[in-house]
């Protein structure tokens, strides 16, 4: 094996934000593990941060994938990214975006070369990004249009704790939420759903919470889960999926405990991660699913007030993303 195949890439994100921070806190908790990882940014800001904070971390900057050393316990390797950019943490600056996309598109060119494990995303702040990339929404959008995928799902998880969900939507307003839903849609994302989960356990079984209050409560708050939702159930039980009846979204947690499901399928960005938050909200991870790659992410956004806060960044959803994409390249979850 190829010492790199061993590495996942971590990208800058927003060399502005808490991103810098909750790497270096990252390596210092997790560099005697077998969870190693390399930084794609630029190593000289790196190491000023770390001379600034006084951290006992070595940075060895590199150019190429290539000189990349299986070293992980005694360094911090950094592929520089050349640019002439003066960065300044907690201070928002459109240019920083740019470099912040550089770095992803660094590291994708690396998976797709097959030169990597996987990519863990830092934070990065999209409404900048989009000032020079129309219609930015985000890295799970971008990451599918890279690698011309039109089926792909946004998982939440948490490493060591079954809590798992997936979204049929994801970044839109809550007003286009009604319309966009449709049998199609509910049974393509069901259906990854289902393949993803099946990849690590068989027959598992799926949650499916609701559109409406009480579910609909049989037509009096809505009749998307009548005409649509069941309709679209009953076809993907015919087809081999083993997924409930639409609950109401404000016992599902407590459903998903109690029923021992293996996943949570929500309709919307916050019925979801509403729950999921207030539960996991420092140790929270995204992995996008239906990718040829595998990729995860922080759950959590850019954070610039915290970017000068050494001791109080919180870096444990970054340090559970690097497990949860090892934990997936070794085929468990």
């Known amino acids: 094996m190829e010492k790199s195949k061993k590495f996942i890439a971590i990208t800058s994100g927003d060399m502005g934000s808490v991103s810098n921070v909750i790497t270096l806190k990252a390596y210092l908790k997790l560099r005697y593990t077998k969870n190693k990882f390399f930084l794609i940014s630029d190593a000289n800001y790196v190491e000023k941060i770390v001379q600034n904070f006084k951290l006992n971390?070595?940075?060895?900057?590199?150019?190429?994938?290539?000189?990349?050393e299986d070293d992980f316990h005694l360094s911090l390797t950094v592929l520089h990214i050349t640019?002439?950019?003066?960065?300044?943490?907690?201070?928002?600056?459109?240019d920083n975006a740019i470099f912040a996309i550089n770095s992803?598109?660094?590291?994708?060119?690396?998976?797709?070369?097959?030169?990597?494990?996987?990519?863990?995303?830092?934070?990065l702040d999209k409404s900048l990004v989009a000032l020079s990339i129309n219609n930015f929404l985000g890295h799970t959008e971008y990451l599918a249009n890279e690698f011309e995928v039109n089926k792909y799902g946004m998982m939440f998880m948490c490493p060591f704790n079954n809590t798992r969900g997936m979204l049929i939507t994801s970044h839109i307003p809550l007003s286009k939420v009604c319309?966009?839903?449709?049998?199609?849609?509910?049974?393509?994302?069901?259906?990854?759903?289902?393949?993803?989960?099946?990849?690590?356990?068989k027959n598992p079984k799926i949650l499916l919470g609701s559109l409406n209050p009480h579910a609909g409560e049989n037509g009096l708050i809505g009749c998307e889960e009548i005409n649509i939702i069941n309709n679209a159930r009953l076809k993907l039980i015919h087809a081999g999926v083993d997924i409930s009846l639409p609950y109401p979204n404000d016992s599902i947690f407590y459903l998903y405990k109690e029923k021992k499901y293996d996943s949570i399928l929500s309709f919307y960005h916050d019925s979801f991660l509403s729950g999921f938050k207030s539960l996991f909200m420092?140790?929270?991870?995204n992995v996008t699913i239906g990718l040829p790659i595998i990729r995860a992410s922080v759950d959590h956004g850019t954070a610039f007030d915290k970017a000068?806060?050494?001791?109080n960044a919180k870096e444990s959803s970054l340090v559970n993303a690097i497990i949860m994409a090892k934990i997936l390249t070794e085929g468990i979850i």
């Open 57 to 68: 971390i070595k940075i060895k900057k590199i150019d190429n994938i290539e000189e990349l």
């Open 83 to 94: 640019n002439n950019l003066n960065f300044e943490l907690g201070k928002k600056n459109k």
């Open 104 to 123: 992803l598109d660094s590291a994708i060119l690396l998976t797709k070369l097959n030169k990597i494990s996987g990519i863990v995303t830092n934070p």
């Open 179 to 201: 319309e966009s839903i449709n049998e199609n849609l509910i049974i393509e994302k069901a259906l990854l759903l289902n393949s993803f989960l099946n990849k690590y356990k």
């Open 282 to 285: 420092d140790n929270g991870v």
């Open 308 to 311: 000068n806060d050494f001791q």
